[in-house]
């Protein structure tokens, strides 16, 4: 089976843009989460989608927004960038809501100019 | 709310030692408790798990016990290797439904030498 897989893998974009980010879980996971790694804050959870809905939101600004689609891809968006939003962004799958053990993808390096 | 504690890093041994990495956390109810690893330039990969207190997770020869009454769940590997290089992460998971979400701690990277 193939493992979870974000992309694109590195972005580079200037403050006050926006960007998309997708992640395609394990074949078979209808559960996606989002997480933010910084080196200052480290692992913070983003939100978690269940069956196309939102089931959990972390504490993030309006900014941040993510959607989940029938397919179990998940995509998360970030407008109006600012400088502290470089950080590497971390996608999880499960097989179902609560499930205990996720598998995460390889990230997304998002660096902000 | 929920929370993970572990101990200053960065860790360095040299190959072979014992490792120790101390993980102490606060929760509602009784979670479940995790540690992942993620060696450079990969995602996190689950190392061990364990659900309920006096549970015992092991894994390439890594060990933790859920110990419920000093709330903690300390990595422990009774010789390390080269290859074990890597950032450890301790965490949690409780409540159900909407509530129930990952909380990590944040992280500790251990260097081995030859």
């Known amino acids: 089976k193939a493992g979870v897989t974000q992309t694109p893998r590195y972005l580079i974009k200037t403050r006050g843009q926006q960007v998309t980010l997708s992640c395609s879980p394990i074949s078979g996971h209808r559960s996606v989460s989002w997480y933010q790694q910084t080196p200052g804050q480290g692992l913070q959870f983003l939100f978690e989608?269940?069956?196309?809905?939102?089931?959990n939101k972390g504490n993030f600004p309006g900014r941040f927004s993510g959607r989940q689609f029938s397919n179990s891809r998940s995509e998360m968006n970030v407008s109006t960038l600012e400088l502290g939003d470089s950080a590497l962004y971390l996608c999880a799958s499960s097989p179902g809501q609560n499930t205990d053990t996720q598998y995460f993808g390889p990230g997304t390096r998002l660096t902000v100019l | 709310g929920d929370s993970v504690t572990q101990m200053e890093g960065p860790v360095t041994l040299s190959e072979e030692a014992f490792l120790t990495i101390n993980c102490t956390y606060t929760a509602t109810g009784y979670p479940s408790l995790f540690w992942y690893v993620q060696y450079p330039g990969e995602g996190l990969q689950l190392l061990l798990k364990?659900?309920?207190?006096?549970d015992k997770g092991s894994n390439k020869g890594f060990e933790a016990t859920y110990r419920k009454e000093t709330t903690s769940f300390h990595l422990e590997k009774g010789s390390v290797q080269v290859s074990d290089s890597a950032v450890y992460f301790c965490a949690l998971r409780s409540g159900t439904g909407a509530n129930s979400k990952l909380t990590f701690g944040k992280g500790i990277t251990l260097s081995v030498r030859p």
């Open positions: 989608y269940f069956s196309e809905t939102q089931r």
């Open positions: 364990a659900t309920k207190a006096d």
